[in-house]
């Protein structure tokens, strides 16, 4: 039986589009979709809800605000040649590095056909993007970080040292910190203002603390990277939620961030953007490292279970470790 013509419960569906759960129910609340009621009342979705629903994926992906996507569901198309000139620009950016490393096969299959070998080193890797000495609590061993990601989501357990690896890693970026003493400024700025306004038609709550976060993030004249601490800090989970989609969007030509989270509503393991990257602080002080966002690689498993929900981290605020 294929799902073409199948009746399929929220999980199932969920699977099948590749969202979450918690994205259908956005979706539902929305208005985009009414799924089946069966007569225990139980939500269904048959194959016409499936199709609206491949849709609503589709220009979620494009980068369109829900807002957008009810226009465009509703006959209105305007908002869809925005949104095909952003991802287009999104594309570019990535094709921009897969061209530069054809660029590099080529010369090197080149050499090779001019008896000419190229070196081991110069195959296995790139120069790195940066190389440190890490801060106490290491030892000051070496950490090379070899792609700046559009977003690095930096996650560790409590007392692993991560805000202590954040600023050294805005300070070898040469980019900004931001901590957690965040204020919501008087005027917010155009730039910032364009994001808010995403992430309020997505349900963010435009609290001084989002204000705050938005303003010092998004900058129209400074390209440095930036780096920010506990970035769902003082947010509610519909805001999370929103933040995470947002962050998500980002791409090749958006200035790197570099967040670190502990909020599953932040990081949804399931939907990490392709070319995004995780980084993980241990909690006995090895080495930083980078996991993929895939089951049953190293790694996978240890920032699973440094990720909570936004309630099961409001059980904890206020907990406090000697390294921070």
Not at 161 to 167: C, I, M, V
Not at 264 to 292: K, Q, R, T, W
Not at 293 to 304: D, L, Q, R
Request: glycine share 8%; charged share 25%; net charge negative.
């Amino acid at each position: 039986m294929t799902h073409d013509h199948a009746v399929l419960s929220p999980a199932e569906a969920a699977r099948l589009l590749g969202v979450s759960s918690k994205a259908l129910r956005l979706y539902e609340q929305r208005g985009f979709v009414r799924p089946i009621r069966n007569a225990a009342g139980w939500r269904h979705y048959g194959p016409e809800q499936m199709k609206i629903l491949k849709e609503v994926v589709a220009l979620r992906t494009l980068g369109l605000s829900l807002t957008q996507i009810g226009s465009v569901l509703a006959g209105t198309r305007d908002s869809l040649e925005t949104a095909l000139a952003a991802h287009q620009r999104h594309l570019e950016g990535d094709l921009s590095g897969l061209l530069d490393a054809i660029e590099r096969v080529k010369i090197w299959r080149n050499d090779l056909s001019e008896g000419r070998v190229p070196s081991l080193a110069d195959l296995a890797a790139q120069k790195p993007r940066l190389s440190m000495s890490l801060p106490w609590p290491w030892a000051g061993e070496t950490f090379e970080l070899r792609h700046l990601a559009p977003v690095t989501y930096l996650v560790g357990p409590l007392g692993s040292g991560k805000t202590r690896l954040a600023k050294a890693l805005a300070d070898a970026l040469g980019g900004r910190f931001i901590g957690l003493d965040r204020t919501a400024p008087e005027l917010v700025s155009h730039a910032a203002m364009r994001e808010l306004d995403w992430l309020s038609e997505d349900g963010a709550d435009r609290s001084p603390d989002l204000l705050a976060l938005m303003d010092a993030i998004t900058s129209e004249d400074d390209e440095r990277p930036v780096v920010v601490d506990l970035v769902e800090d003082n947010l509610d989970e519909p805001t999370q939620l929103a933040l995470g989609a947002w962050l998500r969007r980002r791409g090749g030509e958006d200035v790197p961030l570099v967040v670190m989270t502990r909020s599953s509503a932040i990081v949804d393991l399931e939907a990490v953007s392709l070319g995004h990257a995780i980084l993980y602080c241990p909690a006995n002080h090895s080495m930083p490292f980078e996991v993929l966002a895939v089951p049953g690689t190293v790694g996978f498993e240890s920032v699973e279970n440094c990720l909570g929900t936004p309630e099961a981290r409001a059980r904890v605020e206020g907990m406090t470790v000697t390294i921070g």
